[in-house]
Nanobody, 114 residues
Framework: VQLVESGGGLVQPGGSLRLSCAASGFTYSLWFMSWVRQAPGKGLEWVADMGLTTPYYADSVKGRFTISRDDAKNTLFLQMNGLKPEDTALYYC??????????WGQGTQVTVSS
């Protein structure tokens, strides 16, 4: 299993970024996928889940972030609009196993700063 994130970068407050996660090595369409982030000096924070058809969001990003998936391309996305400095973090793509996350990507850095 391999999960490879991309799309991070430096953006000004109020700006947008689109993260991608390319998945391989498993039947992508059958599993829930997630975005999880870790801000500097803090623990892991769940951001969003993408079920087979239904998205779920943390309150902190609801209305600003949109998670989606392209099962034909085995890719997970996170469209982030209205970015705030508190969104600065390392963003991970993770595959949900039966009980917990069982595979993680290496992360992509998002920095929101003027």
């Amino acid at each position: 299993v391999q999960l490879v994130e991309s799309g991070g970068g430096l953006v000004q407050p109020g700006g947008s970024l689109r993260l991608s996660c390319a998945a391989s090595g498993f039947t992508y369409s059958l599993w829930f996928m997630s975005w999880v982030r870790q801000a500097p000096g803090k623990g892991l924070e769940w951001v969003a889940d993408m079920g087979l058809t239904t998205p779920y969001y943390a309150d902190s990003v609801k209305g600003r972030f949109t998670i989606s998936r392209d099962d034909a391309k085995n890719t997970l996305f996170l469209q982030m609009n209205g970015l705030k400095p508190e969104d600065t973090a390392l963003y991970y793509c993770a595959k949900k196993g039966v009980y917990e996350y069982d595979y993680w990507g290496q992360g992509t850095q998002v920095t929101v700063s003027s």
